[in-house]
């Protein structure tokens, strides 16, 4: 997909189950038979998918949130597992090509990817050269919050084998609401999710592109304007969704959707009841 002179790449981590207790499982045919069956118990499942962005413009390759990082340890036992550097792979890139990672927060769906334990058993940024660029307010909150007994349900923190990114000064720690990343790629607090959530905007030439994060994780989510269960501040989101679903109507942005499993990207209308529909490309 061309954005004016970027170039955007929907890496996939695949599809994934993800139970209430915030378990997530690799989906495969088994388990697509046996989710009748899970639907009855208390921890039910959905199926979501792990999109980060890629974006490239010749000089700078930007990676929009790290997914779950599958594979990625030594000694990993999903061995055939897509994840960042398979996905990298297929563009003839590797890890430190990467030049800029962006985290829409911290919770471990987004961020797990950003780290890996090498044969020495020492975590390591998987991306060596980029800095890692996050809000302030998202890493204080997610201190708090893995300290906190009562956990909320959905994906949480695992900050462990991210503070060895912040002991080797590699994440920077936006305090702006706007922050200019490169020229034409900003980045846009919107809270809501969690305090520190944050999106992307990406615009050259007259076009325009939003990484929406778990504002709106997929094409599913574009009319529910209250998450109750995943936001900590559902007011928030609402107000943060209500304005960025006007503006890129109008600006016929292009919407990437990190958790989407069929239309992960498109363009925004409305049917004549007013809802938003998704115009996939
Ligand atoms: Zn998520």
Do not use: C
């Not at 088994?30 to 792990?50: C, H, P, T, V, Y």
């Amino acid at each position: 997909m061309k954005v004016g002179r970027f170039e955007i790449e929907q890496l996939s981590e695949g599809i994934f189950e993800v139970f209430e207790d915030g378990l997530f499982q690799k989906s495969n045919a088994e388990d697509i038979k046996a989710k009748s069956q899970l639907g009855k118990m208390a921890n039910r499942s959905s199926s979501i998918g792990i999109n980060p962005i890629l974006i490239r413009d010749g000089k700078h390759n930007v990676l929009l949130d790290t997914g779950l990082g599958w594979g990625l340890d030594h000694k990993s036992k999903y061995v055939n597992t897509s994840n960042l550097v398979t996905n990298l792979d297929i563009f003839g890139l590797s890890p430190s090509d990467i030049t800029h990672v962006v985290l829409s927060h911290l919770h471990y769906d987004h961020a797990a990817g950003s780290t890996f334990v090498d044969d020495h058993t020492s975590t390591q940024p998987t991306m060596p050269y980029a800095n890692y660029f996050l809000q302030k307010k998202e890493w204080y909150f997610a201190l708090q919050e893995q300290n906190a007994r009562e956990k909320p349900l959905g994906a949480g923190y695992n900050l462990d084998e991210l503070y060895k990114l912040a002991a080797e000064d590699k994440l920077v720690m936006v305090t702006d609401t706007y922050f200019e990343l490169l020229p034409g790629i900003e980045l846009i607090r919107t809270g809501g999710h969690t305090p520190g959530h944050q999106i992307v905007k990406i615009q050259d030439g007259g076009e325009s592109a939003y990484f929406l994060g778990d504002l709106i994780p997929s094409e599913h989510h574009l009319n529910h304007y209250a998450m109750r269960q995943m936001d900590v501040d559902p007011v928030q989101s609402k107000k943060a969704k209500t304005l960025i679903l006007r503006q890129a109507l109008e600006e016929q942005s292009l919407m990437l959707f990190y958790h989407s499993v069929h239309a992960k990207a498109g363009t925004l209308d409305r049917d004549k009841d007013k809802k938003f529909v998704l115009r996939e490309i």
